[in-house]
C-alpha cells in the first residue's frame, strides 16, 4: 500500500526525469481519449469493447455513464492492487475518473447543438477519427508511464498470473466484454470490430512517431537580450519587451 500512496504523490512524479512532461502529456491524453470515445460513440457505429460494455449496462440500470465508469474502475483498481501494484500510478487514478466524465461533457454538447441523424459517410469518418483519437490519447497515455489504466492493467496481470501472451489476454478480455455489451443492447458496431483489429497497430505507430519523439524533445531555451540604454538618457529594456525600466 505504501508504494501505491508513494505512485500517487505528485511532487515525487515531478521529481522524476522528465516527469513534469510526462504528466502533462497524460493530463492531455486523458482528455483526448474522452473526446476520442464520444466521437465513436456519436458515429453509431459502435465504440471500444470497455465502454460499450459500461455504456450498456448503465444504461439498464439508469445511471450515467461517468458515474458507472468510475465505480467499475474502482472495483478493478482494488483487484489490481492486490494482483498488480507495480502497474498503479496516478495517471490510473486519472484515468479511471476523468474519461468516462469526459466523454460525457462532449457527448452532452454533441446531443445539445449537432444533429442526431448523420449520413453514412459522416458517421465513417466520425468513426475513423475516432479510431485515431483514442490510438493517439492511448500511445501518449503508455508513454507517459504514470500508471496504467484499471481494465487495460487486467490484461498484464493475466499474463503474469497465466503465461498467456498479452495480446491474447486482452483479446479475451475485449470479446468479453463486447458479449455483455451486446448482451446488455449496448453499442456494438463495426466500430468495435475495428478497435480491436486496427487499435494495436495504429498505437505502435503513433508510439514511434509522434510519443517517444515529443518525450524525448527538449523545450526550447528562452534567450532574451538585455540593453541598457541609460547612458543615452534611456533605461533597461528586454529583446522580447517583457520587462523595461
Given at each position: 500500500?505504501?508504494?501505491?500512496?508513494?505512485?500517487?504523490?505528485?511532487v515525487?512524479?515531478?521529481?522524476?526525469e522528465?516527469?513534469?512532461?510526462?504528466?502533462?502529456?497524460?493530463?492531455?491524453?486523458?482528455?483526448?481519449?474522452?473526446?476520442?470515445?464520444?466521437?465513436?460513440?456519436?458515429?453509431d457505429?459502435?465504440?471500444?469493447?470497455?465502454?460499450?460494455?459500461?455504456?450498456?449496462?448503465?444504461?439498464?440500470?439508469?445511471?450515467?455513464?461517468?458515474?458507472?465508469?468510475?465505480?467499475?474502475?474502482?472495483?478493478?483498481?482494488?483487484?489490481?492492487a492486490?494482483?498488480?501494484?507495480?502497474?498503479?500510478?496516478?495517471g490510473?487514478?486519472?484515468?479511471?475518473?476523468?474519461?468516462?466524465y469526459?466523454?460525457?461533457?462532449?457527448t452532452?454538447?454533441?446531443?445539445?447543438?449537432?444533429?442526431?441523424?448523420?449520413?453514412?459517410?459522416?458517421?465513417?469518418?466520425?468513426?475513423l477519427?475516432?479510431?485515431?483519437?483514442?490510438?493517439l490519447?492511448?500511445?501518449m497515455?503508455?508513454?507517459?508511464?504514470l500508471?496504467?489504466?484499471?481494465?487495460?492493467?487486467?490484461?498484464?496481470?493475466?499474463?503474469?498470473?497465466?503465461?498467456?501472451?498479452y495480446?491474447?489476454?486482452?483479446?479475451?478480455?475485449?470479446?468479453?466484454?463486447?458479449?455483455v455489451?451486446?448482451?446488455?443492447?449496448?453499442?456494438?458496431?463495426?466500430?468495435?470490430?475495428?478497435?480491436?483489429?486496427?487499435?494495436?497497430?495504429?498505437?505502435?505507430?503513433f508510439?514511434?512517431?509522434?510519443?517517444?519523439?515529443?518525450?524525448a524533445?527538449?523545450?526550447p531555451?528562452?534567450?532574451?537580450?538585455?540593453?541598457?540604454?541609460?547612458?543615452?538618457?534611456?533605461?533597461v529594456?528586454?529583446?522580447?519587451?517583457?520587462?523595461?525600466?
Amino acid at each position: 500500500m505504501a508504494e501505491i500512496i508513494k505512485s500517487m504523490n505528485l511532487v515525487s512524479v515531478f521529481k522524476q526525469e522528465k516527469g513534469a512532461k510526462r504528466f502533462f502529456m497524460m493530463i492531455f491524453s486523458i482528455l483526448l481519449m474522452g473526446f476520442g470515445i464520444s466521437l465513436f460513440s456519436y458515429s453509431d457505429m459502435g465504440v471500444d469493447p470497455f465502454t460499450s460494455m459500461n455504456m450498456a449496462i448503465s444504461g439498464k440500470i439508469g445511471i450515467s455513464f461517468g458515474f458507472y465508469q468510475m465505480c467499475i474502475n474502482c472495483v478493478i483498481l482494488i483487484a489490481i492492487a492486490f494482483l498488480g501494484r507495480r502497474l498503479i500510478g496516478v495517471g490510473t487514478v486519472v484515468n479511471m475518473v476523468g474519461v468516462g466524465y469526459i466523454c460525457e461533457f462532449f457527448t452532452s454538447l454533441y446531443n445539445m447543438y449537432l444533429p442526431a441523424e448523420k449520413n453514412f459517410a459522416v458517421r465513417l469518418v466520425l468513426m475513423l477519427l475516432g479510431v485515431i483519437f483514442l490510438s493517439l490519447a492511448a500511445s501518449m497515455y503508455f508513454t507517459s508511464d504514470l500508471g496504467v489504466a484499471p481494465y487495460d492493467a487486467t490484461g498484464f496481470v493475466l499474463d503474469d498470473r497465466t503465461k498467456i501472451k498479452y495480446k491474447w489476454c486482452r483479446v479475451i478480455t475485449d470479446l468479453i466484454c463486447t458479449a455483455v455489451g451486446f448482451a446488455f443492447g449496448g453499442p456494438v458496431g463495426i466500430g468495435t470490430v475495428v478497435t480491436a483489429f486496427m487499435m494495436g497497430p495504429v498505437v505502435t505507430f503513433f508510439n514511434k512517431h509522434v510519443s517517444e519523439k515529443l518525450l524525448a524533445a527538449k523545450l526550447p531555451r528562452l534567450v532574451v537580450h538585455v540593453y541598457d540604454l541609460r547612458r543615452f538618457g534611456g533605461g533597461v529594456i528586454s529583446s522580447n519587451g517583457k520587462f523595461a525600466a
